[in-house]
């Protein structure tokens, strides 16, 4: 049987300030969608995986953070599991196989495909995944990848040199390369190498002979137990890297990393997306505007201009990728998240004597709730400003509707219910020692 992991990692600091720690850019619906509106990169995969019949043995592997935004762009569709840490592709990978193998969803002798969540490839590319199986069988190899043609010299993709391609369409892996130089990609071009896809197969039995290899529990609840020692792994470095028994299928198709700025625009239906335009010689320019004030571009060719709650970019296209350094060096707080109930804003952060204050906006879903759970913070206000639902206060709920205001005292329990689309207020106040934690 095949089993496919989807791994939904990635922080996104590329395309900051649309991605970040609490929504990467997997989450940013902005793909032209077969409906002629917009869908997101999950939810493109996951239309595929389904056009593909590789549906129904999928499992999404995330941090704890984001398995309730995971649920909630896969529409609920697929199993999601949540790392305790952030650990690398190989953790992350080893635990899905685990849950997989501990709930008796799959057998040593299965093959398991782990692949990114945010791949951007053509239907053809998903349907090379049912020759994992056989590929490996044929040609007695402990792992199987999937490269594709380059079409440009890339200093931003892993290569693979592939050798001469046998009768079943693979072809043994002669080595690696990450991320070389553009003069050594242009070399590597001339000896057909391909790109890594980042998509791994192996028999679950492999990877449990890996964990042994590594000193590492096979057992999932070792495991999970044993995260907050574990270095980060990478799958490429601790495994195929190491392989002397590896091959690649070559896809001759579309597949692509949009993880910059240069390569997500080259895919948006329009140059200007939300609130604001493009004026006079700017060819090649794009503006997408999260918030509600007008962005304008007027007489400057190929930059990006990004707007989010969470900053504002403006940058060459072929230069944006330095922003992730930028971010790392200038961390703060996040400004904006998503849940699988909806969103929140932060307005404000202000310093009042000894208490802070934070305001924050949060827009929740119909028919979904903020579970109920005990206030943190010296007090909390609610100003309902759209919609109405249920406010639910020590165990018993009161109608809530646009213009009703509440006030939650510490430790109180509380949480709403919407019965159409809501959106509130709320002003915390927080003390010396009180926790910031937003809305997960």
């Known amino acids: 049987m095949h089993h496919t992991i989807l791994l939904c990692g990635g922080s996104g600091q590329r395309l900051w300030p649309l991605s970040g720690v609490i929504r990467s850019k997997m989450f940013l619906s902005l793909l032209p969608a077969p409906d002629g509106g917009t869908e997101s990169m999950i939810g493109r995969v996951c239309r595929q995986l389904g056009r593909a019949g590789l549906g129904e043995a999928a499992l999404f592997v995330t941090h704890k953070d984001q398995t309730a935004l995971v649920r909630r762009y896969t529409g609920n569709r697929y199993p999601v599991i949540g790392e305790p840490h952030k650990r690398g592709t190989f953790t992350a990978a080893a635990l899905g196989v685990l849950h997989l193998y501990t709930a008796g969803t799959a057998k040593p002798e299965d093959t398991i495909c782990v692949a990114p969540a945010d791949m951007f490839a053509d239907d053809a590319f998903f349907q090379l995944f049912h020759r994992f199986t056989e590929v490996l069988a044929a040609s007695g190899a ?188 200038n961390a703060a707080g996040p400004g904006y998240g998503e849940s699988s109930w909806g969103s929140y804003t932060i307005l404000d952060r202000t310093a009042s004597g000894p208490e802070r204050i934070l305001t924050i906006k949060l827009s929740i879903l119909p028919d979904h709730e903020l579970s109920e759970t005990a206030s943190l913070h010296t007090r909390k206000h609610w100003l309902v400003i759209s919609g109405h639902g249920e406010i639910l206060r020590n165990g018993l709920y009161t109608a809530a509707r646009t213009g009703d205001s509440f006030t939650i005292s510490r430790e109180e329990q509380h949480g709403i219910r919407a019965h159409t689309a809501m959106e509130l207020i709320e002003i915390r106040m927080l003390c010396e020692g009180d926790a910031e934690s937003i809305y997960t």
């Open 142 to 329: 402990e792992l199987a990848l999937l490269g594709t043609r380059p079409d440009h010299p890339s200093d931003q993709y892993g290569y693979i040199v592939p050798g001469e391609q046998v009768s079943g369409g693979f072809a043994p892996v002669i080595s690696f390369e990450e991320k070389p130089g553009r003069g050594r990609a242009e070399e590597l071009l001339q000896a057909s190498a391909l790109w890594n896809c980042g998509v791994f197969a192996f028999r679950l039995s492999f990877m449990l002979s890996q964990l042994e290899r590594m000193g590492l529990p096979a057992d999932l609840a070792a495991f999970t137990d044993s995260y907050p020692g574990l270095p980060v792994l990478s799958f490429d470095k601790e495994i195929a890297e190491r392989s002397s028994k590896a091959v690649v299928l070559r896809h001759e198709g579309e597949w692509r990393d949009l993880g910059s700025w240069a390569a997500l625009s080259a895919e948006l239906q329009q140059p200007v997306t939300g609130a604001g335009g493009i004026w006079g010689a700017s060819p090649d320019s794009v503006i997408i505007n999260e918030l509600n004030i007008p962005l304008h571009v007027i007489g400057v060719p190929g930059i990006v201009a990004a707007a989010s709650p969470e900053g504002i970019l403006v940058a060459s296209k072929h230069e944006a990728n330095a922003v992730k350094e930028i971010v790392q060096q």
